[in-house]
């Protein structure tokens, strides 16, 4: 239970762009997207995976799985792709946002929430089928990140170093104030009431209340934490700008640095299930991590 994170493969260059966000669908079934506007998706855990073909010019930032076979994706110019087949087919559905969508997160039951350069955020309640804009939520100021945390309450993060919070499943959105110096990387929930954010400033937040109040844990990595995934039992690994990989088997208090495992900056993580973690990097490669140590390097498609 314990080696979760603790071990990782690079599966060399398994796209054509950054891999900037993931969607798990469960059952090992995982979807990427990259800065280029490209998707992959795998079917067995993260081992092989296919590309599904270039869908805009703008390029993809913002990725989620809302259940029930039901994925999203975001680009840079405000439109929306859907899947309703575990991401093997992906529909436009036009411009939703009017600006670049930074984040996106869903709270389950078909409710998720997205929020673009502007400040908006938009919202539904039927796996994505229609949106309805709650208007410029955080003033000018454009989403960075938004985190599901747990029973309707997700965090966000903007442009502006300030952190938000909603309890009601993104009806509503309250200022925390500024908490951090710099961007807001990455947001996870890692159980037990714990939620954690970084920053590019390589600095960690961490909440003991679901998001309520935060301490800086300060500088934790020696580049920008652009990645965090939760494992479960308490283990959450940390991908940051310089190719190294952290991991915190208390819920964030404490990080072990494993060295500099990854390619190349790390943009994108996720926990699969089967103790299985997968991180994208900015040099189009997957890492890929499984309890019992790394795993072959050969098996791509």
């Known amino acids: 239970m314990h080696n979760r994170g603790k071990n990782w493969t690079d599966l060399g260059e398994v796209a ?13 079934i995982v979807t990427f997207c990259t800065h280029n506007g490209y998707i992959y998706r795998s079917t067995n855990w993260g081992i092989t995976w296919s590309s599904l073909g270039d869908f805009t010019a703008y390029g993809f930032y913002a990725m989620t799985s ?8 975001g680009d840079s110019a405000g439109y929306v792709w859907r899947s309703i ?12 946002a009017t600006d670049y969508i930074g984040g996106m997160s869903s709270f389950g039951g078909g409710i998720a929430v997205l929020g673009d ?8 309640t039927n796996y994505g089928a229609d949106w ?10 454009g989403v960075t990140h938004i985190g599901n945390v747990k029973d309707g309450i997700a965090i966000l993060g903007d442009w502006a170093y300030h952190v938000w919070r909603t309890v009601n499943y993104g009806v509503d959105w309250s200022d925390l104030g500024e908490l951090n110096t710099e961007n807001i990387g990455c947001i996870v929930y890692a159980g037990n009431d714990v939620v954690l954010f970084g920053d590019y400033n390589f600095h960690v937040f961490r909440s003991t209340n679901l998001g309520a109040d935060w301490s800086d844990l300060g500088e934790i990595p020696t580049g920008e934490v652009s990645a965090m995934a939760s494992l479960g039992n308490g283990i959450v690994v940390l991908g940051d ?18 060295g500099a ?21 900015s040099n189009y490669h997957i890492h890929r ?6 795993f072959p390097t050969h098996f791509r498609q």
Request: aromatic fraction near 10%; hydrophobic fraction near 40%; avoid cysteine.
């Open 16 to 28: 054509v762009g950054q891999i900037t966000s993931m969607a798990n669908f469960g059952n090992g």
């Open 66 to 73: 809302l259940g029930n076979g039901v994925g999203i994706v």
């Open 85 to 96: 087949n575990y991401g093997a087919d992906w529909s436009s559905l036009g411009q939703i």
């Open 117 to 124: 350069d502007g400040g908006h955020i938009f919202r539904t």
């Open 132 to 141: 309805s804009d709650l208007g410029q939520v955080v003033s000018e100021n």
């Open 241 to 258: 700008g310089v190719s190294h990989i952290f991991r915190s088997i208390d819920y964030g208090a404490n990080w072990t640095d494993l």
């Open 261 to 281: 495992l990854a390619s190349s900056m790390v943009f994108s993580a996720a926990y699969l299930g089967n103790s299985i973690a997968i991180m994208g990097t």
């Open 289 to 294: 991590s499984v309890m019992g140590g790394p």
